[in-house]
């Protein structure tokens, strides 16, 4: 296994790796990655580490990449004020936590049904404030954007899969298209 500095992501590590090997249903499962990313969230080590990753557009930290249960780990540092484009994740699921700093979160409901090819229709279903320490569950085929406030923030993900190897939809608000070109961002394997 791989080493890691700082003792509470190696807690955060080994607690994820129980989680998923006891096999609980869906909702249970997610919920409870929720809590152990809440816990990696408060820890102040944790943060300080995180303050020395580069804020660089279109990347992801790679910081785990589970070889038994191929669950992924990373780590997305927002510019500030920078505002995500609306998307989904594809069929996976995603913990988001935010480490440092202060996010929004905007999701919204897709009132098509899809059968216009590269258009959608989308309404905002809700927003809401992500403090520091604020974990939400981003479930699949959910549109939805993150927009960092003011200053740099770092958010954690915990993804069901290593991104990359599938399309994700991304949303034009204004004009009502979208399009499943995009893969993820490029990951930045880093050392915690
Ligand atoms: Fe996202």
Known sequence: MTEYTVPAFKTFIDDLRTQFAKDLPETEHWEGVRGILKTLCADE?????????P????VELQLHHDSDHGFFVGGLIRQPNHRANVHDHAHTWTIYGVLDGEERTHVYKRLDDGS?????TLELLAQGDAPTGHV???????PHSEWGMGERSVAITVRSQRPGGYAQNRFNLKTGETDNNHRGLELIPTPV
């Open 45 to 53: 080590q944790m943060r300080e580490k995180s303050k020395d990753w």
């Open 136 to 142: 939400d569950i981003v479930p699949p085929w959910v």
């Open 116 to 120: 216009e090819d590269g258009k959608a």
């Open 55 to 58: 804020a660089k557009r279109g």
